[in-house]
């Protein structure tokens, strides 16, 4: 990948425009697309055969009812470089004109590890579904010390063996995800602090990246916890065009899951209004991020008047999917306190494995977690809804 040019000197531009023309006039030629050009579209889980017993959010079932088949776009002839092994997947293109950013791709091994400041990385083993759940009182205060005998967990209504528990300040893998078209312009400065404030508040040892999106994505800091780096990343402003959330949200996903090292993903999106520059639909998006080791979404949704219902929906559907939350402050004077109350959340979670059914069929399954203990009330469990599990994506 290549990130954002920081200068990009006139006589560079005089040859390559020069170049550009000499191409434009040559027989047979076409003239060379300026600027990064958006990878082809992920491909997705197969449709199930069965929807999920449990009501999703928005009043809509998802994953949404048996659809046809979509025809995908055909492929970019631009290689994504910083995926060798990469199928067409759709990450965050980097911005065009600095060096390429090398990641270690994940390590196929999943025993545990430890981090530089030697706190325990939960990894799951390949036969285990791994939740991170947050539980709440019934005045929604955060409820951090139960055991694993308040917890029970079922999978499409049948109870789970929990093989594995803990409740311990885990770091994650975290991309940032803001809406950087024209609307945003008077308001990513306090977008930005609040997105700093959320790093700072968040265990030293996260790995953060960020995107920043109008009608296109682009990756402008990879992984890293360096606070200076990503707030040269946030800077990347340029406030003009429309709003592709959903496929900057799949991007993100993807890059995550390809590239990020630890096995706990986040993605934090603030936007200001509806999707309507994405080639795919929210239906979609939920789709991609509900696979198998999908992220946690929380979003940010900073709505005037104008298409409220339809942005509101579609940031709920998603964080609610996934386990996160969907926040809508009155006016962006409040984001930053949200964002601080997301970085608790994330650091508050108890993570809860079981054992994988391996005669169970391929396709989508509901996930539910109920908890009870003495001297608590109507106990709120948050974690993930339901998801696509590995083998549907292999029987593809």
Known sequence: MHLRSKLFPLATFLCLLSVAVAQSTAPGSSFPTVGSQQPAAPQYPAQPTQQPSQTQPAQQQYPPAQQPAQQQPAQSQQPVQNNPTSSGQAYPPARPGQDTIQMQQQP??????????????????????????????????????????????????????????????????????????????????????????????????????????????????????????????????????????????????????RNGKLDKRVILVVTDGEDNSSRDSLEQTVRRVSEEGGPTIYSIGILGDEHTKRAKRALTALSEQTGGIAFFPKDVSEVDQIAQTVARDIRNQYTIAFKKDPNAPAGYRTIKVVARAPGYKNLQVRTLSGYYSNQQRAAR
């Open 108 to 257: 196929s091994s999943q025993e545990p590890t430890t981090s530089s400041n030697g706190t325990f990385v939960f990894r799951k083993n390949v036969d285990e579904v791994v939740l991170h759940a947050t539980v709440v009182d019934e005045k929604g205060r955060l409820v951090t010390n139960l055991q694993q005998g308040a917890f029970q967990v079922f999978e499409n209504g049948v109870p789970q063996r929990i093989t594995s528990f803990r409740r311990e300040d885990i770091p994650v893998a975290m991309g940032i995800v803001i809406d950087n078209s024209g609307s945003m312009r008077d308001k990513r400065q306090a977008v930005n602090t609040a997105s700093l404030d959320l790093v700072k508040s968040s265990n030293p040892s996260d790995q953060v990246f960020i995107v920043n999106f109008n009608d296109e994505y682009f990756l402008d800091q990879d992984f890293t916890n360096e606070v200076s780096k990503l707030r040269e990343g946030l800077e990347q402003i340029d406030s003009r065009g429309g709003t592709a959330l959903y496929d900057a949200v799949i991007a993100s996903a993807d890059h995550l899951k």
